[in-house]
């Protein structure tokens, strides 16, 4: 079954400054690959998704990276802002999502 | 995604009870999914239903669990002779079906706790 890999567990960087996130998959059949933001006790929620027929998506200050042949996909943020402190979430689908173990992202000001 | 109602939001049960957790997909969605989250933990998939019928339940445990999602009414995850280690945040997630992977709208989540 597919397994989905995210790094780093932690990250921390400053206002302002860029956060990277990074997953691998295994499953090569795999076609959709959203991302979700999740505030504590609070439930995910999709900041940007992805489909296997498109390489790059960009909305706003967020955007996801797909390499299909490499099977990994990315999610990048810019001009990073404390509101953007949550823990994040990538998964791969062909119908059930496989959810990555997350990012912990703090922003400090 | 405000439309994924899921009630109780938390479920006090002792351990040897039955929790039964709800799930209203979006208006207009046909297509359930369970997922489980540890304290700390990522989230698990547990079932994929449609209605009256189960796709997948290749994530939930054989016993004690089971899952339905009536022709009417909500989905329903049950589980029996809950024990400590049932203690999650419970979300379901609702899609449209009309294609192969569907974007997923999660609910707030019902949060067990078994004493």
């Known amino acids: 079954g597919e397994n989905v890999e995210q790094h780093p567990s932690t990250l921390s960087v400053q206002e302002g400054d860029s956060a990277v996130i990074k997953c691998t998959y295994s499953d090569s059949a795999s076609n959709y690959f959203p991302w979700y933001k999740q505030e504590l006790g609070k439930r995910p929620q999709l900041i940007i998704d992805?489909?296997?027929?498109?390489g790059e998506k960009k909305d706003q200050r967020i955007a996801v990276t797909l390499n299909k042949t490499a099977k990994h996909f990315s999610l990048h943020i810019t001009e990073t802002q404390p509101e953007d402190s949550a823990v994040y979430f990538c998964?791969?689908?062909?119908?059930?999502?496989?959810f990555g173990q997350g990012t912990r992202l703090t922003i400090n000001p | 995604n405000a439309g994924v109602m899921q009630n109780p939001r938390h479920l006090v049960r002792r351990r040897g009870q039955e929790a039964r957790l709800r799930c209203s997909p979006m208006?207009?969605?046909?297509?359930v999914y369970w997922y489980r989250q540890l304290p700390e933990e990522g989230l698990k998939f547990m079932v994929y239903l449609q209605k009256e019928n189960i796709i997948d339940e290749s994530g939930m445990p054989k016993e004690r669990f089971s899952a339905e999602f009536p022709k009417e009414g909500p989905s329903i995850l049950r589980i029996q002779q809950v024990v400590r280690g049932d203690s999650a945040a419970y979300f379901c997630a609702s899609a449209n079906g009309l294609a192969g992977a569907d974007t997923q709208y999660f609910g707030p989540g019902t949060r067990l706790t078994v004493l």
């Open positions: 998964a791969a689908s062909l119908t059930k999502l496989v």
């Open positions: 992805i489909r296997s027929n498109v």
């Open positions: 208006k207009g969605h046909s297509h």
